[in-house]
């Protein structure tokens, strides 16, 4: 009889969709007494924790090896920049903090640079989250956590001043908290379709930053909207031979014919069939789409800071004429960061791991957006994920925003977390955890600085490792 309350309390808390909104809510207010919400301030190493370079060069022993330099060049440029390339240190931190026992979806890894602008198929402009490399269910206070801390380590960045930080996370944490109070009372299709509204981030950005603040947003939409083939067409790739190639810029851009020596013809044919296969994992009137297109030329290119050392390529295709491309980014997918602490997904394909976490949690997707296995030169199997390279995606730069900017951009983040979480996790519970109070707020304003102090002392550390030549730099 024991085992199968286990079994039954098991169940429900994976399907809370069995239980009725008064006891999901109950069950959020339980979790209370177990991990108090004042438990989640503040942060210290544990026993043991281990060296963040030796983190990183794990990582590192899996990527191209000539590129893993630019990623600890990048990393070395700043305590903010190392930041985003620590999402695996990170999550071995989090993996001893506090939590409620209510999962999501997790993005993984979500600093205020994975949020932007993204360009819906019926062609808005909305705000969403914009990387799923780390996705996998898990606590979501991580998330959260996340969050929290690169806004402080953003701040530091930019000169603010304590409070000025602490306005900030509090303004995100705020924010996600009333927000999902807010779906917790919807119904489920109301949440399902509920995107960001960028109308409505104008309309407060001239609410709070006045007609400079409007502008600036406004600025950037444009910009956003231009980010698309055609432009990354115009910027990535020249006439050569009466051919239309990738222009060389290595090693951030190396076409296959310029450097890949021997393995030129192997990569073409791998990728060739790439992308003919991957086109099973997209619905059946975007496969129809993508088979109008033909492939013209393949390069490897850099990305990001995380990433730098990942397997990425970046595939152009033509369609009625030279008028007409489309450029796919076709990425390496291991495994995530997360999945040491979690479990591993329930996928066995990494690429369908990030492709079925961006789809559960975005309010909108590219409809390019699939994945595939490739064998590789060396005889290595590797998971893809394919997406296009630009499909009007979009960044506001933190360090050009003041104070007040960035608290109204973090609450814009915190939101759209917030929505992320409720279309995979239970709602109610984590509405009614959180309750109205401002108590889980303050906790992570003081975890968002006290990470930050960790953060910075692992920052030296790389800096002190490059210097020793434990391990090379070079942008």
């Known amino acids: 009889m024991a085992e199968a309350a286990k079994a039954s309390e098991a169940s429900e808390a994976s399907d809370p969709s069995r239980l009725s909104p008064r006891e999901r809510a109950e069950r959020g207010r339980a979790a209370r007494k177990k991990v108090p919400r004042s438990a989640h301030a503040g942060f210290g190493p544990a026993a043991g924790r281990p060296d963040p370079v030796d983190v990183i060069e794990e990582q590192s022993a899996a990527r191209v090896p000539e590129l893993v330099p630019i990623r600890y060049a990048r990393m070395a440029e700043s305590p903010f920049r190392f930041y985003r390339g620590a999402a695996a240190i990170m999550a071995g931190d989090l993996a001893g903090t506090p939590v409620s026992g209510l999962h999501a979806q997790l993005c993984g890894d979500a600093h205020i640079l994975n949020f932007g602008l993204l360009g819906s198929p019926e062609r808005r402009l909305v705000f969403d989250i914009n990387d799923f490399d780390e996705t996998l269910p898990g606590p979501w206070e991580w998330d959260v956590k996340r969050l929290a801390a690169s806004l402080a380590i953003a701040g530091r960045e930019n000169g603010y001043s304590a409070k000025a930080r602490a306005d900030i996370v509090r303004g995100a ?18 949440v399902w379709y509920d995107r960001g509204d960028m109308e409505r981030l104008q309309e407060l950005a001239d609410q709070r930053l006045g007609a400079r603040g409007r502008g600036r947003l406004s600025d950037a939409m444009a910009k956003a909207r231009t980010r698309d083939s055609l432009q990354a067409y115009a910027k990535l790739t020249r006439i050569q031979d009466g051919e239309r190639r990738f222009t060389p810029d290595p090693p951030l851009l190396v076409p296959v014919d310029e450097a890949l020596g021997t393995e030129r013809d192997l990569i073409v044919r791998q990728l060739t069939g790439l992308i003919e296969r991957y086109a099973r994992s ?52 291991g495994h995530s960061v997360l999945a040491a602490h979690t479990g591993e997904s329930e996928y066995d394909n990494q690429g369908q791991r990030v492709v079925a976490g961006q789809r559960l949690m975005q309010a909108v997707g590219d409809v390019f957006l699939g994945w595939d296995r490739v064998q590789g030169a060396d005889g290595k199997q590797r998971d893809f994920y394919v997406r296009q390279l630009r499909d009007w995606k979009g960044a506001l730069a933190p360090q050009e925003m003041i104070p007040r900017g ?47 102090d960790q953060n910075e002392s692992d920052h030296r550390a790389l800096v002190a490792a490059v210097r020793a030549g434990r391990v090379t730099a070079a942008e």
């Open 406 to 452: 960035m608290q109204l951009f973090a609450e814009f983040c915190g939101e759209t977390l917030a929505r992320a979480h409720a279309r995979s996790g239970d709602r109610i519970a984590i509405a009614a955890y959180l309750g109205g109070g401002e108590t889980f707020d303050a906790a992570l304003a003081e975890f968002a600085e006290s990470y930050a």
């Open 282 to 333: 997209l619905s059946t009137e975007r496969r129809h789409l993508l088979r109008q297109y033909r492939l013209v030329d393949i390069a490897r290119k850099v990305v990001g800071v995380g990433s730098v050392g990942t397997r990425c390529w970046v595939i152009l295709l033509l369609g009625r004429d030279d008028g007409d491309p489309l450029i796919l980014q076709a990425k390496e997918a």
């Open 173 to 190: 944490v705020r924010s996600y908290r009333e927000r999902m109070r807010e779906y917790a009372g919807m119904g489920h299709l109301t």
